[in-house]
């Protein structure tokens, strides 16, 4: 079945360094895909997403680009902030479907 | 606007009750889904209602979970004999369609002693 498998947390950053963190899709036909982010306290909230291959999704300074000769959609920030810590969580939808199949989630804990 | 509300925010019961979880969509919003969160993973999808009919419940556990949501708005997850397995977040979420971006609630934690 489809599955999505996120690189293992936590993650702990200085602040301005360099973000990645690794997600992989197995995937019949031509899923969309997303990363959600849970902050401490709140709900899960779109990141970003990307509908197809070669798509490259991005907001507040995250981007993932939809690779599908690697099956990959790595999330990436330049410059990361203290209040970028989170649980960030990879996630995509069957093509057609409406439910989203998560990852594990990753945290990511950045120090001033 | 009002978001996805979910109620209780936290409930505790003991191992063989019966719990019921409700979730408030977005108004408008015609799908609505079910998810649940152990400690350290990613949700997993329990059912998924268009309208008032569950379009996929592929991802209830067993024949103790069942959820409604008789008037295509709010929905009630209920599980009958509860067991200590079942403790973990319910989350909900509502799209204004299926395909469309899903807005997750707040999530009820659930705890059975």
């Known amino acids: 079945g489809n599955s999505v498998t996120q690189m293992e947390g936590p993650v702990t950053l200085s602040e301005e360094a360099f973000l990645t963190i690794n997600c992989t899709y197995t995937a019949t036909g031509y899923p969309s895909l997303f990363w959600y982010v849970q902050y401490p306290g709140e709900g899960l909230q779109l990141l970003l997403k990307?509908?197809?291959?070669?798509d490259k999704g991005s907001n507040k300074g995250f981007e993932a680009t939809y690779r599908k000769e690697t099956t990959s959609f790595h999330l990436e920030k330049g410059s990361v902030q203290v209040s970028d810590s989170a649980v960030y969580f990879c996630a995509l939808r069957e093509n057609q479907g409406g439910k989203l199949i998560f990852g594990q989630g990753t945290e990511l804990s950045v120090k001033p | 606007g009002a978001g996805v509300s979910q109620t209780p925010s936290n409930k505790v019961t003991e191992k063989g009750k019966y719990v019921e979880l409700r979730c408030d969509p977005i108004?408008?919003?015609?799908?609505l889904y079910w998810y649940r969160q152990s400690l350290g993973q990613g949700p997993e999808f329990l059912i998924y209602?268009?309208?008032?009919?569950?379009?996929?419940d592929s991802g209830l556990p067993n024949d103790r979970f069942f959820a409604v949501r008789p008037e295509g708005s709010v929905s009630t997850l209920k599980i009958q004999r509860t067991e200590r397995g079942d403790s973990a977040v319910y989350l909900c979420a509502s799209s204004l369609n299926r395909g469309n971006e899903q807005y997750f609630g707040p999530g009820t934690r659930l705890t059975v002693t």
């Open positions: 209602f268009q309208g008032t009919g569950a379009a996929d």
């Open positions: 990307a509908t197809k291959a070669d």
């Open positions: 108004s408008g919003h015609t799908a």
